[in-house]
T-cell receptor, first 112, second 116 residues
Framework: DAGVTQSPTHLIKTRGQQVTLRCSPK?????VSWYQQALGQGPQFIFQ???????QRGNFPDRFSGHQFPNYSSELNVNALLLGDSALYLC???????????FGPGTRLTVT | AQKITQTQPGMFVQEKEAVTLDCTYD???????LFWYKQPSSGEMIFLIY??????QNATEGRYSLNFQKARKSANLVISASQLGDSAMYFC?????????????FGPGTSLSVIP
């Protein structure tokens, strides 16, 4: 049973560029959430997708956008990258009515 | 306002001893869920234990137990018989509401070091 997978593992981008991160949820899970974790801090909720629509959003600017595909996989897009966007980006999945949320290994984004 | 408070930035425990990691939360929603996650240096967030606000008994999962005191709004994690592999960051988190479109809020974390 495959867990949550994310790609790429590491990414280095230049300020002003755009980036796309990918996530495949745990088998059978239909709800995907994205989190940003800055160094030394707890994860911050970005948004959540269910049935291919954004259902909840945290305090992140419109530069952060996402998508969920019919197979429940998801993408996180960040435009006009800032140095402050450097962080570990975590994807989590769960069943719609499930309690347990499982995380992927994360994508470490460095903006220079 | 801080919704999840973890007042212990760092903790040390002797191998095979028990340790309690503190967590207090703030919510006015009668329905909520509390989580504990472990994050080793590799970065992956590992689910440990869950407690629902209406659960009558404290949750337990192997060596992990959650000391849930609803009136005090605390949800402390107890790790029994600590192992060297327990050294990691530990995050307390909360989900408010019963809808499927809810978000999980994390605390700042506690770094646990297990000493041989």
């Amino acid at each position: 049973d495959a867990g949550v997978t994310q790609s790429p593992t590491h990414l280095i981008k230049t300020r002003g560029q755009q980036v796309t991160l990918r996530c495949s949820p745990k088998s059978g899970h239909d709800t995907v959430s994205w989190y940003q974790q800055a160094l030394g801090q707890g994860p911050q909720f970005i948004f959540q997708y269910y049935e291919e629509e954004e259902r909840q959003r945290g305090n992140f600017p419109d530069r952060f956008s996402g998508h969920q595909f019919p197979n429940y996989s998801s993408e996180l897009n960040v435009n006009a990258l800032l140095l402050g966007d450097s962080a570990l980006y975590l994807c989590a999945s769960r069943l719609k009515w499930g309690d347990e949320q499982y995380f992927g290994p994360g994508t470490r984004l460095t903006v220079t | 306002a801080q919704k999840i408070t973890q007042t212990q930035p760092g903790m040390f425990v002797q191998e095979k001893e028990a340790v309690t990691l503190d967590c207090t939360y703030d919510t006015s929603d009668p329905s909520y869920g509390l989580f504990w996650y472990k994050q080793p240096s590799s970065g992956e967030m590992i689910f440990l234990i869950y407690q629902g606000s209406y659960d009558q008994q404290n949750a337990t999962e192997g060596r992990y137990s959650l000391n849930f005191q609803k009136a005090r709004k605390s949800a402390n994690l107890v790790i029994s018989a600590s192992q060297l592999g327990d050294s990691a960051m530990y995050f307390c988190a909360m989900r408010e509401g019963e809808t499927s479109y809810d978000k999980v809020i994390f605390g700042p974390g506690t770094s646990l070091s297990v000493i041989p």
